[in-house]
């Protein structure tokens, strides 16, 4: 069984910095790409940022040039670096990682982790 499992949550105050990880565990032959989503109170789930295992990034238009993706297929963990935080960046953050295969010949599937709270206050 695959799980996601994210840290680095919390706190912080406008202008400040996080930096969330996420690591896979589990068996895992292997994964198309990783990323980030986030869902404020209220507000759909929304893309925050990926990675390919290629290292192609893709990023929503609210967090270029704020927040950076990264990621270690080795480790099957993916990172998000988030500067200048606004009040607007305020939600639960989820974890993902789309086009992962057990095995060769095991469809691929997609995974979520459990979420974890960023809170930015004004």
């Known amino acids: 069984q695959v799980q996601l499992v994210e840290s680095g949550g919390g706190l912080v105050q406008s202008g400040g910095s996080l930096r969330l990880a996420c690591a896979a565990s589990?068996?895992?032959?292997?994964?198309?790409?990783m990323g980030w989503y986030r869902q404020a109170p209220g507000k759909q789930r929304e893309l925050v940022a990926t990675?390919?295992?290629?290292?192609?990034?893709n990023y929503a238009e609210s967090v270029k040039d704020r927040f950076t993706i990264s990621g270690d297929n080795a480790k099957r963990a993916v990172y998000l670096q988030m500067n200048s935080l606004k009040p607007e960046d305020t939600a639960v953050y989820y974890c993902?990682?789309?086009?992962?295969?057990?095995?060769?010949?095991?469809?691929?599937?997609?995974?979520w982790g459990q979420g974890t709270q960023v809170t930015v206050s004004s």
């Open positions: 993902n990682a789309g086009g992962l295969r057990l095995t060769s010949w095991a469809p691929p599937k997609t995974y």
């Open positions: 589990g068996r895992i032959f292997s994964f198309d790409a």
């Open positions: 990675i390919t295992s290629g290292s192609n990034r």
